[in-house]
């Protein structure tokens, strides 16, 4: 029978085991089940076990069951995500292109080649391109990727604005790419207010369990 030292262990090594499998900092893991980076740490050192929802909540994350977490055997390796996610991303980017080499070249075989700059389609492609980048990220890439697909997506949409109004001979389109600047800003001021709250911020559940 195991004892309850040899149990908190085994959980502790499942635990450190699968978290690096997905290649998961004891931080980003902590987000990911709302819990703070110092009850992960705990966890790991075998100086607690999570409850039963915790474990079940772990289980789901590493693609694994609540008995691999509790059970002193030769691990089953987690399914190893990293290569999939780059190239369900590059899939969808390469969509968004492939959708705009088409309508170039449907356009490039009608009358409105002559009355529409279509290079423009390209530039189009830009901003959305990095709006799809920004949905994976928010789920699977760490926050400076976040934070890179999201200023990209800033300027990508400045510079079409802009490159259609000067198409369209409106005057001073320029000054529409330089929107940009505030938009930036705004958005880093943002981005760093929001980081500091959640390193701050420690969950109730972990208050109450250090309170006891």
Known sequence: MIKDEQLQGII???????RKQLELTQSQLAEKINYSDKAISKWERGEG??????LKQLADLFHVTVNDLLSE???KKAPSFKRNKVII????????WLVAITLFAIIQMTPLKDS?????I???ALPITFI?????????????LKFLSVSLLIWTSCLTISLTLLCAHVPNWYGFFLIGIPLQIAFILWFFIKRRKKDVIIPSDESNEQEN
């Open 89 to 96: 991303t590059l899939l969808s980017v390469l969509c968004v």
């Open 122 to 124: 390209f530039i189009y």
């Open 73 to 75: 055997k030769k691990k």
């Open 49 to 54: 076990v999570p409850d039963i929802f915790i």
């Open 116 to 120: 529409f700059p279509t290079w423009l």
């Open 12 to 18: 502790a090594n499942n635990i450190v085991y699968y």
């Open 132 to 144: 799809v980048t920004e949905v994976f990220t928010c789920l699977w890439y760490p926050k400076f």
